[in-house]
T-cell receptor, first 117, second 116 residues
Framework: GAVVSQHPSRVICKSGTSVKIECRSL??????MFWYRQFPKKSLMLMAT?????????EQGVEKDKFLINHASLTLSTLTVTSAHPEDSSFYIC?????????????FGPGTRLTVL | AQKVTQAQTEISVVEKEDVTLDCVYE???????LFWYKQPPSGELVFLIR??????QNEISGRYSWNFQKSTSSFNFTITASQVVDSAVYFC?????????????FGQGTTLQVKP
């Protein structure tokens, strides 16, 4: 299957700082990428859908100014958590699909664990 | 919009037992897809199966099998002769076809613990 990478895998930062998480499709072009958030022992919550070259579509309740998403190329999407606070600590997972068909498989990255002190 | 219910929060079995994980979904789409993913302690999601709503045939892959019942909107997952390495969180996730956005809606997950 196709490979999706995330960087960093783990980050610890101080409250008030901004953190950028990268999501890359290594061997395919991802027209669409998704960002999920997962709290401990909880399900994955979709935060936003990111399409290359256009603005991300955020799910209800997700602050777009807090979680900045940029999908500048067909292989890279970034999530920036701005002015992070302890409640932003979570496991962030990205995924990518190639093409627009809902049938296309979604490939997941390994996740990034963010801890805000 | 899709919704999925995984009623079993946690299941504990002894190795070699068979175990079935339940999944009941709701969707307004006439065409949709159903997925199962495994999330081991490492956190990375592992794709297990994708099922088209038109294909109601049950599927078997090694020790894994899936029972798709469109009439009851269920897509249950059975592990035969469970092993310790099967211990993980399992997510069922429908995805709409008509919306064509590719969004996966995850259930709450079932934590499976297989004891030696």
């Amino acid at each position: 299957g196709a490979v999706v990478s995330q960087h960093p895998s783990r980050v610890i930062c101080k409250s008030g700082t901004s953190v950028k998480i990268e999501c890359r499709s290594l061997d395919f072009q991802a027209t669409t990428m998704f960002w999920y958030r997962q709290f401990p022992k909880k399900s994955l919550m979709l935060m936003a859908t990111s399409n290359e070259g256009s603005k991300a579509t955020y799910e209800q309740g997700v602050e777009k100014d807090k979680f900045l998403i940029n999908h500048a190329s067909l292989t890279l999407s970034t999530l920036t958590v701005t002015s992070a606070h302890p409640e932003d600590s979570s496991f962030y997972i990205c995924s990518a699909i190639s093409g627009v068909s809902s049938y296309n498989e979604q490939f997941f990255g390994p996740g990034t664990r963010l801890t805000v002190l | 919009a899709q919704k999925v219910t995984q009623a079993q929060t946690e299941i504990s079995v002894v190795e070699k037992e068979d175990v079935t994980l339940d999944c009941v979904y709701e969707t307004r789409d006439t065409t949709y897809y159903l997925f199962w993913y495994k999330q081991p302690p490492s956190g990375e999601l592992v794709f297990l199966i994708r099922r088209n709503s038109f294909d109601e045939q049950n599927e078997i892959s090694g020790r894994y099998s899936w029972n798709f019942q469109k009439s009851t909107s269920s897509f249950n997952f059975t592990i035969t002769a469970s092993q310790v390495v099967d211990s993980a969180v399992y997510f069922c996730a429908p995805r709409g076809g008509s919306s064509n956005t590719g969004k996966l809606i995850f259930g709450q997950g079932t934590t499976l613990q297989v004891k030696p």
